[in-house]
């Protein structure tokens, strides 16, 4: 069982910036899929920066203003957003798929863009 716990979220400025959190209760050392989705109101969750088997993937709405980092050490991945626009509001879950394909979700931390 992991336990993945969402932090960073918060209400900005468009133009601004956030640094999202999630810290893993196991090691983040070996998984298939590892990283951010996001879910607006009324829209379906979707695939934000992800690290996989094959490389770095991000969604194209973020690429340019979104980096995905983790830490092996502290069992922590890292979604730096610069550059936010009102699009970006919407709640932020942290997910892992291991090596086993067993898929672990974050409670999510709301990030809302506005004036």
């Known amino acids: 069982q992991v336990q993945l716990v969402e932090s960073g979220g918060g209400l900005v400025q468009p133009g601004g910036s956030l640094r999202l959190s999630c810290a893993a209760s196991?090691?983040?050392?070996?998984?298939?899929?590892l990283g951010w989705y996001r879910q607006a109101p009324g829209k379906e969750r979707e695939l934000v920066a992800v690290f996989t088997n094959f490389g770095t993937t991000y969604v194209d709405s973020v690429k340019g203003r979104f980096t995905i980092s983790r830490d092996n050490a502290k069992n922590t991945v890292y979604l730096q957003m610069n550059s936010l626009k009102a699009e970006d509001t919407a709640v932020y879950y942290c997910?892992?798929?291991?090596?086993?394909?067993?898929?672990?979700w974050g409670q999510g931390t709301q990030v809302t863009v506005s004036s």
């Open positions: 196991g090691s983040i050392a070996s998984f298939n899929r």
């Open positions: 997910n892992m798929l291991t090596t086993i394909n067993t898929n672990y």
